[in-house]
């Protein structure tokens, strides 16, 4: 029993987490660009968009139950301009695991991508 209720701990403190993170996003997000911040099932999908940078593009996080303690899987689906994949990797690949995770993933692409 106490190791049912050590996991359902771990979940529900994981689930807080990302909420408090998703709701700072939708938020704060125009500080970085962000003008859409949606969820839906194990995804959020974030649409940056930048007049300066002259992009405009979707970022679908896909999660799992080990966030945030593993990298965060990732599509993108560009609208205007051209971000690069493997350039967008290498810089979420950057982004250390922990605490607030999606929140500095966030902040690296605006720094990287549309400053």
């Known amino acids: ?14 689930c807080r987490l990302l909420g408090e993170e998703v ?3 939708t938020k704060w997000g125009a500080k ?7 969820v839906q099932n ?8 930048s007049l300066a940078a002259f992009v405009k593009f979707e970022l679908t996080v896909h999660f799992s139950e080990s966030y945030p303690t593993v990298p965060l899987a990732f599509t993108v689906l560009n609208r205007i301009g051209n971000i690069d994949h493997s350039r967008l ?18 902040k690296s692409i605006y720094e990287n991508f549309l400053v």
């Open 1 to 14: 029993m106490p190791q049912l209720l050590f996991e359902v701990s771990l979940v529900v403190s994981r």
């Open 23 to 25: 709701q700072y996003l």
């Open 32 to 38: 970085y660009n962000l003008v859409l911040t949606q």
């Open 42 to 49: 194990k995804q959020v999908r974030l649409l940056f968009s």
């Open 89 to 106: 990797t290498a810089v979420m690949s950057k982004v250390p695991v922990g605490l607030w995770l999606l929140k500095r993933a966030v």
